[in-house]
């Protein structure tokens, strides 16, 4: 007899289950999201939380019935079974059940699951999605249950299906052809892959001579001009933005000498002003990229920042509130009431002045979820300040990002003016160009970030007095690697990832030991990674379906998912269609021969205890010196990363200098601790200079590259230091 189904909800998942006589269940996925409900929608309502997925495939096999369908083999999640038989207990009793996970595919299947174990009918009104956890919203969508969407839990269960498939047939063959225990992962080979190509880059790359040839010239009024040679006969000497057809020091020379021979004639002046408009709201990806650039923040750590903020934090007047929208989106619509809101707070904070007088609307590109809105706050009355004694120090830094970018995107455009400055001496063609802000704009609450630079008018005809040349040597640079959010920007741009897989992808590379951090805190492959990726390219890159390190082809998977989201597509033949070509393409590769790894590089010195030479190797916690007769001789030691700087603690006295090291685990975070651990436990996040502050004595260190040492004591910064402007 089939099992009946009902229409009930539920929550939190304490020991002792709670009862939900005479009450309707709201079942959330977090126990901090089922705090903030239960304060809202008051007693006749019994929220508990399913602590995410409470069913999934098991992590021992593949679990998926390819001669049967591709069924998948689901159980339940390994420590819920207690949770499991209280939810079916509590939901037994409800008048009935509504599902309230996130508002994703993720948080659709998590409730289609919840509806198979609880007896709920997932095609009855049942399912409720918040977006904004705010009184107002939570009534509204208790007021107002849609069915689940089974065609949102078909696209989960599709993309599920294909990174196991992914996952359990590709690793097993890197196993056998590179070494034991690696893995393949779907979206992972494509991030991989980019990190490695572009290293490749950089491998190949040959630095380029050129020079820069500077003119310091004044008009007979005092008005000062620097100019850069860019031109010879009419003919542009710069390729891609750099002179290099200035490119040795015997042509630089050959300007200087014609240059100075010649009158320097003002050929034009011109000035434009241009409006640019404001910045759309933070959508994840973008929140990911600011958080990353302006807070130093990882991907990871912004999304469990935002999850709080969205989850509810007290505030005052209205208890647990959500401070913002959800915040896995790749939507830029934002709702009419919210953005009324943001123009009457313009409108009372800074006069009418910076007000448009039509509201800003934003688009993404290609597709997007736009059931979801943009990421901004759920009450722009709610400033950062107003709120700072209420958050945490990470909160406040993000919700002030938020706040800021959502304020400003509704604001008029900020006017540049551009100036450019022609001028000629010989055959020679000299410019300078500057810009400055002429009206604010949205730049008075988010910032434009450019660096103001007025040209005093020059009249066409009239000649400058040379006052000095200045000829520079140059050298082109090789691509730089990719920064976490950089890496993020180009697999959005390329179409590749979601919302909700954006920060996983960059831990998953390091937790495989594929990628590291370099000295600037870049993603750098490892000898590891670069093998890898070298196999999966050689077998793994065709035109055809299992082209899993091409970003267009992955993108074109992406497509289809959201096809089968928007019932354009099966999700079977989705999946049926991307396996044929992947086991006949496996079934190639498992041709190939073994593919050795990487000789460990010799140092130069020989084991003391063997006499054989010594290498460099890999292991789970980084690099560190070994013996190469390994096994039959087990000498180690650590690599010790002197950075040139004696330790503070110790130095003095013991000599102990100060080396770099890293975390064991994750991201593997660079600290600096003193040579002699552990009879000396100096130890910081932040390099030391080796100097002593002025004012107190303490360590200076060097917080942020680029900018002035501070005391770690007193907090004292030294003035700043100028950076070059290329």
Not at 53 to 68: F, M, Q, T, V
Not at 293 to 312: D, I, K, Y
Not at 482 to 507: F, W
Not at 689 to 696: I, L, Q
Request: aromatic share 8%; hydrophobic share 35%; net charge positive.
């Amino acid at each position: 007899m089939a099992k009946k189904k009902r229409t009930v909800t539920s929550g939190t998942g304490s020991k002792k289950a709670s009862s939900g006589k005479g009450k309707t269940l709201v079942l959330v996925e977090s126990p901090t999201k089922a705090h903030t409900l239960t304060k809202m929608l008051g007693s006749r309502y019994l929220v508990k939380a399913s602590m995410g997925h409470i069913r999934d495939l098991p992590k021992s096999r593949l679990a998926i019935d390819i001669e049967n369908d591709f069924k998948p083999e689901y159980i339940l999640v390994k420590g819920k079974a207690k949770l499991k038989n209280d939810l079916v207990k509590i939901a037994s009793e409800a008048d009935r059940v509504l599902l309230a996970a996130d508002p994703d595919r993720e948080g659709e299947a998590i409730a289609w699951h919840l509806s198979e174990i609880l007896g709920v009918d997932a095609t009855s009104p049942c399912r409720i999605r918040i977006y904004e956890i705010t009184k107002k919203a939570v009534n509204e969508a208790v007021s107002d249950p849609q069915p689940v969407d089974l065609h949102k839990v078909f696209a989960q269960q599709a993309r599920r299906i294909l990174d196991r498939l992914v996952g359990y047939s590709v690793s097993p063959l890197l196993w056998k052809k590179i070494r034991y225990g690696l893995s393949a992962g779907r979206v992972q080979s494509v991030a991989l892959n980019l990190i490695c190509s572009r290293e490749r880059e950089i491998q190949a790359f040959v630095p380029r001579e050129y020079w820069v040839v500077t003119v310091t010239a004044s008009s007979k009024d005092g008005r000062e001009y620097e100019m850069r040679v860019e031109s010879f006969g009419g003919r542009s000497l710069l390729k891609d933005g750099r002179p290099f057809l200035i490119h040795n020091a015997e042509e630089a020379a050959r300007i200087e000498e014609e240059i100075s021979g010649s009158d320097i004639i003002v050929r034009d002046f011109t000035k434009k002003e241009s409006p640019r408009k404001a910045l759309p709201p933070f959508k994840t990806s973008s929140l990911q990229q600011e958080a990353a650039r302006r807070l130093r923040f990882s991907p990871r750590r912004t999304m469990r920042v935002a999850q709080s903020l969205f989850e509810g934090v007290n505030v005052p007047g209205k208890g647990l509130t959500g401070l913002i929208t959800y915040m896995r989106t790749d939507s830029l619509r934002v709702a009419p009431d919210a953005i009324g809101a943001a123009r009457g707070l313009i409108s009372s904070l800074y006069g009418d002045g910076l007000l448009p007088e039509k509201p800003n609307y934003f688009s993404s590109k290609g597709r997007s979820q736009d059931a979801h809105e943009a990421i901004r706050p759920t009450d722009v009355k709610l400033d950062p300040e107003t709120m700072k004694p209420h958050l945490q120090s990470d909160q406040y830094k993000l919700y002030s990002l938020i706040w800021k970018r959502f304020i400003a995107s509704q604001m008029k455009p900020a006017i540049i003016a551009s100036v450019t400055l022609d001028a000629d001496a010989g055959g020679y063609g000299l410019r300078q160009t500057g810009a400055h802000l002429v009206f604010k704009g949205w730049s008075e609450v988010w910032p434009l970030e450019m660096k103001d630079q007025i040209l005093d008018p020059a009249v066409p005809g009239e000649r400058l007095e040379l006052q000095g040349i200045e000829k520079e040597q140059r050298f082109s640079k090789a691509p730089g690697r990719y920064s976490e959010a950089r890496l993020i920007r180009t697999l959005e741009d390329n179409g590749v990832g979601r919302p909700s897989t954006y920060a996983s992808i960059v831990e998953t590379l390091y937790d495989r030991s594929y990628v590291e951090k370099d000295e600037e805190s870049k993603l750098k492959p490892t000898p590891l990674g670069m093998t890898v990726d070298g196999f999966l390219l050689e077998h793994f890159s065709g035109k055809d379906q299992s082209s899993i390190v091409d970003a267009a082809f992955t993108a074109r998977m992406e497509d289809s998912l959201d096809d089968v989201e928007e019932n354009k597509e099966e999700w079977l033949e989705v999946v049926r269609s991307f396996w044929n070509s992947l086991d006949e393409t496996i079934s190639e590769a498992e041709k190939a021969p073994r593919v050795p790894l990487p000789e460990p590089e010799p140092i130069g010195e020989d084991c003391p205890e063997c006499g054989s030479p010594l290498v460099k190797k890999r292991g789970r916690f980084g690099d560190f010196i070994g013996c190469s007769g390994y096994p039959k001789c087990r000498y180690t030691r650590p690599i010790l990363d002197k950075i040139g700087v004696l330790c503070p603690k110790c130095g003095g006295t013991e000599g102990g200098e100060i080396i770099a090291r890293k975390t064991r685990k994750g991201r593997r975070r660079t600290f600096y601790g003193c040579s002699r651990y552990p009879e000396c436990d100096y130890i910081s996040w932040y390099r030391p200079t080796g100097e002593k502050c002025p004012v107190c004595g303490g360590v200076m260190e060097q917080k942020t590259r680029g900018k002035a040492p501070v005391c770690a004591s007193c907090g004292y910064r030294e003035k700043a230091v100028k950076e070059e402007d290329e």
